[in-house]
């Protein structure tokens, strides 16, 4: 478990890097990804606030669009078992929930090992995810046209990567397929940022026609 | 700092509170109430909905036109080996190599 956890903390990492190359090449301080990655720890949704705001949409609806990827971890909390402990360690233990730590505290056969796994895991994302992100930052600081070392394919592509499982999902892919296309046909005529929200509109249509189709097969 | 900074670091203040919010929820209130599974799925679906608009946006436009060749390939060459399930810091440095031959073959 320990190997596992070291190599989930360093592919976090490299994820931080080229967060934070991302983030100054798109012309943000280099000290903003390194706060930010320290302070919210949440990946996606700060690649989408960064992505959004770079694009030159309102910085709030970036952030409202970061809380929403975001909504996730309140499911995350009602699944997680009894590993926070309270006082100070229940806020430092709220403040790693995340993906990694709670897919693998759920791993674990019992309640010693789940607590080990989960604060193993969170702090270690904790630490190497704004280290990555402060890595990155420095690198491009020093590197102005970062396109041309193909920074700019990285980016989409790491995200790509790490929700290519959840589009395994049937359902999950039409609404994806659906709120993309909503999303590409809006880009040329609205404001950047508004045409990944707009994304949700689109994708609402199927995702909420599912039950009924299922009822009816039912019958 | 300039004002168009400190409207970016309030949101981002705004993100990382809100997202403390989001994670102090459920453990709270776990004991008390039960989670329809339906609404679980729906907030993960509309997760993955927001991610893949925003890998769309970010490969194919630049403002409000198409971007050029290289990273779209790029990102393609990528998105397949991470289909065929290859490790992440493959998936990245093909993507990025791919682009940048692109970008010195054709300038």
Redesign the interface.
Known sequence: MRRAIVLMCLSVGLIGVSYGASAVAAGFPAWLPVVTASLVVAGSSEFLFVGIIAGGGNPFAAALAGLLVNARHVPYGLALPDVLGSGWRRVLGTHVMNDESVVMALSQPDAARQRGTYWMSGLGVLLCWPLGALLGAGAATFVHNTNAFGLDAIFPSVILALILPALKDKSTRHAALAGTAVALAVSPFTPAGLPELLALAGAAIILLRKPKQEAEAAR | MKAS?I??????????T???A?????????ARVV?PP???Q????????????????????E???FADW??PI??AV??IL??RKAP??L??LA???????L??AFP
């Open positions: 900074e409207i970016v670091v309030s949101a981002m203040l705004a993100l990382a809100g997202t403390f989001l994670r102090w929820t459920g453990p709270a209130l776990r989670f339906r609404a679980r729906l907030l993960e679906a509309a997760a993955i909905v927001l991610l893949t608009a925003l890998v769309a946006i970010t490969t194919l436009t403002g409000h036109s290289p990273r790029g990102v990528g998105a991470a289909w992440l810091v998936v990245v993507a990025a190599a791919t682009d940048a031959i970008r010195l």
